[in-house]
């Protein structure tokens, strides 16, 4: 279901890692950008499989508009035990779609569904919308936040170039309990700011990117019980592999990174991040 989130040419896969001894879970993928299928093909059964097999035995599948919002509930609804959805309209999406109200109404219905267990991914991303559509941008970010609260779920947070924004918004609003920044991009000094707040921090791929020293200092400090770890696949595939398409079993080498940078052993990271995503979105079965 190629649109304007795609890829803008097809990628190599990055090779499958070597499995891990404990199990692990992605909690950010859009599976659908990397086999262009639908919710319940073979496609997705051998990318689950393929993630299973490195020890990524769980994916949280996550929405950026109303209609891939559905696909994502549907690809939950097809592999229980395997797959949850989050829905929401993405801050670059928000601003451009024809209808917004019907657009928004369409996320709050799907919000109620037993295998949706999260709002996201919302935010602000002051890189890719100019600032004549921050508004809408803003509003969207706030309903989302409200819906979040009133369905009792958790928010993932797409933040990007607007740091402050995001988290002068939670104060004001107020966060819901369990508030994810994913794919954090801040520094050491945003961390301890989120960190301070309850905030939980996903590290994904660019953590181990050669140009992200700040980022590796915040994931350093980051509380273990605040930890997640995510692909974002099909974009952002760790190193060695930068610019290959990004799987779901790639955690494996996230994993694997952040224990090293971190001085823990791989295996109780497995089992702390597992932990924590189980508490903040619940058994996937």
Avoid at 212 to 222: H, I, M, S, T, Y
Avoid at 248 to 256: F, G, L, M, S, T
Avoid at 275 to 282: D, S, V
Wanted: hydrophobic share 40%; proline share 7%; charged share 25%.
């Amino acid at each position: 279901m190629a649109d304007r989130h795609s890829l803008k040419e097809p990628r190599p896969a990055a090779p499958e890692p070597e499995p891990l001894t404990r199990s692990c879970i992605d909690v950010h993928a859009h599976m659908e950008l990397v086999t262009e299928s639908e919710p319940d093909s073979p496609q997705i059964r051998e990318l689950l499989d393929a993630a299973a097999r490195a020890g990524i035995d769980r994916v949280v599948q996550v929405g950026y508009s109303a209609e891939q919002s559905k696909w994502g509930v549907k690809c939950a609804e097809s592999f229980p035990g395997r797959v949850l959805a989050a829905v929401a309209l993405h801050p670059n999406e928000a601003p451009v779609v024809a209808d917004l109200e019907g657009d928004l109404a369409i996320i709050e219905e799907l919000a109620r569904h037993p295998r949706v267990r999260a709002i996201g991914e919302t935010g602000l991303d002051f890189f890719r919308t100019e600032p004549e559509l921050r508004d809408k941008q803003a509003y969207s970010f706030r309903r989302h936040i409200a819906l979040a609260k009133e369905v009792d779920k958790a928010l993932v947070i797409h933040d990007r170039n607007a740091h402050r924004a995001v988290l002068d918004t939670l104060l004001d609003v107020g966060a819901p309990k369990s508030t994810i920044f994913h794919c954090y991009s801040g520094d050491a000094e945003m961390a301890r700011e989120c960190i301070a707040a309850g905030y939980v921090l996903s590290f994904a791929g660019t953590v181990t990117f050669k140009n992200a020293p700040e980022l590796r200092e915040a994931a350093k400090l980051v509380p273990i019980d605040q930890l997640l770890l995510e692909t974002d696949s099909p974009f952002l595939a760790p190193m060695p592999h930068r610019g290959a398409l990004n799987t779901p079993a790639q955690v494996a080498n996230i994993a694997r990174f952040i224990a090293d940078l971190r001085g823990e052993s791989v295996d109780y990271i497995c089992d702390r991040v597992t932990e924590n995503a189980l508490r903040l979105f619940g058994s996937f079965d």
